[in-house]
């Protein structure tokens, strides 16, 4: 079986211009009612990272999650984020952004670890 996952978070993260949370919300209950597996919506990292993503908590606050089967993906890139994201019943998936850098490596690895035991 092929299970389609859509990823408007890819598309969003790279616009300079804020979009604002509200808008987010709409264009996501939108896409929530299309009948994909699953939504790549948001992202549990660094604000200065990922400036256009940093309402991610308070937009899956607000999406309407009561007429969808469709599950809720978003991306972290450590511990905290992983604990960020796990605190919205809403979020099936979370997506681990990993940097193959050698001085990185152990880092990665110990946090790896640290997420798989929380979720």
């Given at each position: 079986m092929v299970k389609i996952?859509?990823?408007p978070r890819d598309a969003i993260q790279g616009?300079?211009?804020?979009?604002?949370?509200?808008?987010?919300i709409e264009y996501l209950n939108l896409l929530l009612q299309t009948?994909?597996?699953?939504?790549?919506?948001?992202?549990?990292v660094s604000h200065?990272?990922?400036p256009q993503l940093a309402d991610t908590s308070e937009v899956?606050?607000?999406?309407?999650?009561?007429?969808t089967h469709t599950k809720l993906l978003a991306i972290i890139a450590n511990y905290r984020g992983a604990v960020d994201a796990c605190n919205h019943e809403n979020i099936t998936?979370?997506?681990?952004?990993?940097?193959?850098?050698?001085l990185f490596r152990r880092e990665i690895?110990?946090?790896l670890f640290m997420i798989l035991l929380i979720v």
């Open positions: 996952i859509d990823c616009l300079k211009t804020f979009i604002p949370t509200e808008k987010k009948g994909f597996y699953a939504i790549d919506f948001g992202s549990f200065k990272s990922i899956v606050d607000a999406l309407d999650m009561s007429n998936y979370l997506d681990i952004l990993f940097l193959f850098l050698r690895h110990i946090n």
